[in-house]
């Protein structure tokens, strides 16, 4: 049984194909992570999965559900957490206002005029967990626009984490970052994944996190699915040699 | 951009230094307010000018409700106040004269119409959303300026006159006693301030300003975004369209202008001078406006120009609005 499954799935946007025929499969508590090189498709195949809109042909499954033709906003509830390649947060409100609003939108009290002490007490323990599991206690009345760019990914996932997801998808985690925050967020990643045992996937470019965090790889190129395995038999696919890794590095 | 610009000068803010409580800077307002009568003779102002300026700072608040805590700008808030006003002037000339009765009819008809019409208005963003508001604003201008038999057309609707308050088994004069329906005005708008800060310190109002902040996260946290901007609309116009019916009241009158753009562009400006990430930005904004124009259109027919001249060099040199810079003074 798989947490998510594509099934030939397409998209076109008029006679360009960005996705073509991409059938996969995670498992539940899979680390997933999607690479390929610029313009292969990857954050289509992403907007294609969260319903940013809806696929050309093709389905998309979640734990068992076909969602091919569910909203964006009635995927979340299903349980799709996102995280984008340019951190989206509330900037000026602090990491527990973040938190808070996403752990209130996940417990439906988004339309709440007022909140009785038992849903207050619920939601402030969820935030604190939450806070602990990302490392932000500590950092919870600062304002998330004044945070390091690693501190606001983590702040970003946090968010994400509020809604209880059953697959994270993470586009480009560690875009944009530095040595030390790439490293501190690909910690997060791995505790999420290790740890609290998240079903996760992630684009991303930097390939030290890639082979370090994976379970499994699979490889885009031009919107198809080139590859698909363990990261030893990614590393030593010719065809990937020759498509990506060859020219990237 | 403009959650951009504020973003950089909240980081001019000391770091981890928190802000100053909000309840200071409302303890301070509510004092003013309240002693006004007092004073208000010593330093050449009067009665009617200070209820003005509760009615303009009520609608001010009511479209920052939108505007500073949504995030969403309505060009046509005019047309709420104006409708709440000849709601409760038509009551007051046709129906009764009960004061409760005719201001209960005024903020429902401003109230509904602005519910109704956000079912319209709320899919669109941006300057179709502004363009949006406009028009429809611009519609009951002209009902009203055209419909001559029963709005009073172009003149405005005259001969009606606030009626004396029944309390319980007392009786409130505001008709004849201007500090008594000042006193009346604050209440009303006690009330009405006291409730948008009740909604926006629940999940509904954090909601609200997180959609303010980024539709696209709030969006894929699974909040209905436009659901949240009607009843944040709706909610907008109720308040304003509350201030009209004071407004009628004030002046005894309802006139066109009360619903034409013009007036809609002079409570953005409001609004926009005070502060409006500020909960009490708008009213420190209508203060000003209104004793400004009260004081400059005495002496010059161009008073216009000066106000537009401070607006400018409020938007300049202080963009987080006249209360927002005082607040940052007392911080740093």
Known sequence: ?249 | MSAATATRLESERPKGRPRPPQWTTGAVIWVVLLSAPLWLGFVGGYTALASHVVVMALVAMALNFLLGFTGVMSFGHAAYFGLGAYGTGLTLRYLSDSTWFAVLNGVLLGGIAGTLLGILICRRRGVYFAMVTIAFGQIFYYIAYRWDSFTGGYDGLRGFSRQPLGVGPWTIDIQGNGTLFYYFVLAVFAVSVGLMAFLLNSPFGRTLIAIRENQRRAQFLGIAVDKHIWLSFSISCFFASTAGALYALLNNFADPTSMYYTLSGEIVIMVVMGGMRNFWGPLVGAAIYVVLQDYISSMTVNWMSFIGLMFVMVVMFFPSGILGMLRRRATT
């Open chain 1, 1 to 249: 049984m798989s947490m998510l499954e594509t099934r030939n799935t397409t998209k076109a946007f008029g006679s360009l194909i960005a996705v073509n025929d991409v059938t996969l499969s995670v498992a539940p508590g899979e680390l997933r992570a999607i690479i390929g090189p610029n313009g292969a498709g990857k954050t289509t195949f992403f907007n294609l999965i969260t319903g940013f809109f809806p696929p050309t042909s093709g389905q998309i499954i979640l734990d068992g559900q076909d969602i091919t033709n569910r909203t964006a906003t009635q995927r979340v509830k299903l349980g799709m957490g996102r995280t984008f390649q340019i951190t989206e947060i509330f900037p000026e409100l602090t990491v527990h206002e973040n938190v808070r609003i996403a752990v209130e939108a996940a417990s439906g009290y988004s339309l709440h005029m007022w909140t009785s002490r038992h849903d207050a007490t619920r939601v402030r323990a969820g935030i604190d967990e939450i806070l602990a599991l990302t490392n932000l206690t500590t950092k919870a009345d600062r304002l998330v626009g004044e945070l390091s760019h690693g501190d606001q990914r983590a702040a970003e996932i946090a968010m994400a984490l509020a809604l209880k997801p059953r697959v994270l998808l993470l586009d480009e985690p560690t875009a944009g970052m530095g040595e030390q925050e790439t490293y501190q967020v690909a910690g997060l990643i791995r505790r999420l994944h290790k740890n609290s045992n998240y079903t996760i996937v992630l684009i991303e470019h930097d390939m030290r996190v890639v082979f370090n965090l994976a379970d499994r790889i699979t490889v885009l190129t031009e919107g198809t699915m080139l590859a698909d395995g363990t990261p030893a038999e990614i590393a030593a696919n010719p065809a990937v040699q020759a498509a990506y890794l060859g020219t990237a590095e």
